[in-house]
């Protein structure tokens, strides 16, 4: 293999962490501000892009280009790389950044690439390539909730990927339909064809609630969705929050709150 072989071990049940065993000089790459602990003996690094060592990522340019590619999908420019650098195994913990799953994904398995949300990755083993998918087509480009640019992770080894709620794992067949709200598609293999269509209906459309476009996903392939998009997640909570003067929520222990105690407010 190509990729470091790391081990895992998947914790919690809806606010999920995995701890990752790491060999000596075995490395793993994971999204900044993901990390929860570690154990001592590992050398964390921070780098431009994904850290690959494929040509496309050697020497400053290539560097600046993965960088680059990771700001399209709104990413941070930086990544961080965990190596044990000593003599015996060593453990490093990743958490989930709100409540959902964590789904391990052996690349070798889906032949060597799935396509996921552009917030979708966590983790992964070194050499595994994270990169920038363009939908080809434009229903899919300006409609596509998320936006037409997805992340693809390429390789032959395992990567980690979080989506919220409840996962499902569903394999479609030769020519098989299903549509999905296009904020509750977590990833795909790349067999898999995409496209957005748009509600049929004006009063379903305006007044139905559940917006005015989604994902048509035809088979051969596997997809998983998420049953809680983050960003349902978070309108429900703004939606729900108390509303001070001037745009911002009072509340116990939130600095809104405080300032406005501190104004004088009641």
């Known amino acids: 293999m ?54 496309g990522n050697s020497g400053l340019m290539g560097k600046l280009m993965g960088a680059g590619k990771r700001m399209l999908t709104g990413e941070s420019l930086f990544m961080t790389t965990f190596t044990n650098t000593g003599s015996g195994k060593r453990h490093v913990y990743f958490a989930s950044p709100y ?100 509600v049929k209906g004006v009063k379903t459309a305006l007044f139905g609630g559940e917006g005015l476009f989604f994902a048509t996903l035809r088979g051969p392939g596997t997809v998983w969705i998420q049953s809680l998009p983050f960003s349902r997640l978070a309108s429900k909570v703004f939606a729900a929050a108390p509303q001070i003067p001037g745009g911002g929520s009072k509340g116990e222990g939130s600095i809104a709150g405080g300032l406005f105690d501190l104004l004088g407010g009641k």
């Open 99 to 198: 409540p959902g799953k964590i789904i391990p994904m052996d690349l070798s398995q889906y032949r060597g690439k799935i396509i996921c949300q552009k917030d979708a990755f966590l983790a992964a083993a070194k050499g595994v390539t994270i990169g920038v998918e363009f939908q080809r087509k434009l229903g899919a480009g300006f409609f596509g909730g998320e936006g037409f640019i997805m992340q693809k992770l390429e390789g032959d080894g395992l990567a980690f990927v979080h989506a919220g709620g409840t996962i499902h794992r569903k394999s479609l067949q030769q020519g098989e339909v299903l549509r999905v709200d296009t904020g509750c598609l977590v990833a795909m293999t790349s067999d898999v064809d995409y496209n957005i269509e748009m």
């Open 2 to 55: 190509n990729n470091h072989e790391i081990d895992y071990k998947l914790y919690g049940d809806d606010m999920q962490f995995v701890e990752i065993e790491l060999d000596p000089k075995e490395t793993v790459v994971a999204e900044a501000g993901s990390l929860m602990m570690m154990e001592d003996g590992i050398s964390m690094e921070t780098i431009f892009g994904d850290g690959s060592s494929g040509s």
